[in-house]
C-alpha cells in the first residue's frame, strides 16, 4: 500500500489551469526530490496535498484513508486525521516571532493534546539536540540566523510525528552558506528513512538523497525517474533544458 497517492490532480486559479492530472504515488521510506521551473506548480501541488489548496478534481489517499475522491472532500474523522500524517516546511520559515525556540516547537502538539506540556518539553529538546540547537530553546526567531530559523521549522513539523515530511525550497530563502546546515538535517531524516517530498533547485543535493526525482513543467509530471537516469540521459528535452539553463547560472 502506498502511503500517499495521488491520481489525477487538476487545480486551477480562475481560468489559470497550474495542475494539469498529475498522478504520484509514494511509498514509506521514499525521499523523491520535485524540480521544475518556476511557475510550474510543484508548490500548489505539495498544497493541495496537505489541503492548503483545494482541489478541482482528483483523487489523494493517505495510507488508504481517502481524503478527496474525485475532486469531492471527504468530511469525515479519519480523513482528518489522516491529514495529520502530513507535515510541511516552508520556504520562509514561518515561526512564530513572538514566541521562544521551544513554545514554537511545542505549541501545536500541546494544544492538539498530543502531549502534556512536560512531555512536549522533553521531546522538544530530544528535537533541539538532533537538529544541534540545544543552546537555543529560550531564544527569539530574530535572534536566530535564516538557517537556525528553518532547522527550527524543521524541528517544530516534527513534534507532530507526521510520517511524511514536505518541503517547499526549504533553502531558497536563505544566504548560500547556510544552505548546508538545513540540508544535512534533511539528509539525517532521509536517512533515518523518513518519507520526503522536496521541492527544491539544490540540484547536488536531489541526486545525492532522492531516491526518485521528479520534474514538473507546465503543470504536469513531464519526466519522473531514478537521480542517475534523470540528471544524465537526456531523454527528455524539457528536463534537458532546464538542467542545462540551471547550471548556467
Ligand atoms: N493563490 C493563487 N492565486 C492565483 N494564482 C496562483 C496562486 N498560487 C499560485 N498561482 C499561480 O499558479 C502558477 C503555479 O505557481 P506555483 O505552484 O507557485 O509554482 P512553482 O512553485 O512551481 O513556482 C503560477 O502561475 C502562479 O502565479
Ligand atoms: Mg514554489
Redo the contacts with the bound molecule.
Keep these: 500500500m502506498y502511503i500517499l497517492e495521488a491520481k489525477g490532480i487538476k487545480k486551477s486559479?480562475?481560468t489559470?489551469n497550474?495542475?494539469k492530472g498529475v498522478d504520484l504515488s509514494v511509498s514509506k521510506g521514499d525521499v523523491i526530490a520535485i524540480i521544475?521551473?518556476?511557475?510550474?506548480?510543484?508548490?500548489?501541488?505539495?498544497?493541495s496535498l496537505i489541503n492548503l489548496?483545494k482541489v478541482d478534481d482528483g483523487t489523494i489517499t493517505i495510507e488508504g484513508q481517502p481524503v478527496v475522491e474525485n475532486g469531492v472532500y471527504a468530511k469525515t474523522p479519519e480523513a482528518k486525521e489522516a491529514y495529520k500524517k502530513l507535515g510541511m516546511v516552508f520556504q520562509n520559515f514561518n515561526l512564530f516571532p513572538h514566541k521562544s525556540v521551544m513554545e514554537n516547537i511545542i505549541m501545536a502538539p500541546v494544544s492538539l493534546q498530543k502531549m502534556t506540556r512536560d512531555e512536549a518539553i522533553i521531546e522538544g529538546r530530544r528535537l533541539l539536540a538532533e537538529i544541534g540547537l540545544s543552546d537555543k530553546e529560550n531564544a527569539y526567531p530574530y535572534e536566530l540566523s535564516g538557517g537556525q530559523q528553518q532547522r527550527v521549522a524543521i524541528a517544530r513539523s516534527l513534534a507532530l510525528k507526521p510520517e511524511i515530511l514536505l518541503f517547499?525550497?526549504p533553502t531558497s530563502a536563505l544566504d548560500p552558506e547556510l544552505t548546508g546546515e538545513v540540508l544535512r538535517v534533511i539528509r539525517k531524516l532521509a536517512e533515518e528513512k523518513m518519507t520526503l517530498l522536496i521541492?527544491t533547485h539544490e540540484m547536488s543535493f536531489a541526486r545525492d538523497v532522492a531516491d526518485r526525482i521528479i520534474f514538473?513543467d507546465g503543470?504536469v509530471i513531464a519526466y519522473q525517474g531514478k537521480p542517475e537516469e534523470a540528471f544524465s540521459c537526456n531523454c527528455n528535452p524539457r528536463l534537458t533544458a532546464f538542467l542545462k539553463n540551471f547550471n548556467e547560472h
Design positions: 486559479f480562475g489559470l497550474v495542475i521544475g521551473p518556476s511557475g510550474s506548480g510543484k508548490s500548489t501541488f505539495l498544497r489548496e517547499d525550497e521541492v514538473m503543470g
